[in-house]
């Protein structure tokens, strides 16, 4: 398992930028979340949410695996 790093700025595999602000659980599964917020002008929000698990998988792209979230630098 990854470790997340609170106020780290992350990379989405398609290229904007998040700062990650805390991780919390589920409410009804415990499940971990990931709480990060967009660096961009965004008309549905700026906080979102993620499944731990999600946020640390890597996806396809082009025949290729990559990060879903790729760490760049500490931002706190």
């Known amino acids: 398992m990854k470790e997340i790093k609170l106020g780290g700025l992350y990379q989405h595999y398609k290229g904007r930028n998040y700062i990650v602000r805390d991780l919390a659980r589920h409410s009804e599964t415990l499940e971990w979340m990931v709480v990060y917020e967009c ?38």
């Open 39 to 76: 660096l961009y002008e965004n008309e549905l929000g700026k906080m979102w949410v993620r499944p731990k698990a999600m946020f640390e998988e890597e996806v396809e792209v082009d025949g290729k695996f990559k990060p879903r979230f790729r760490y760049l630098e500490d931002q706190s």
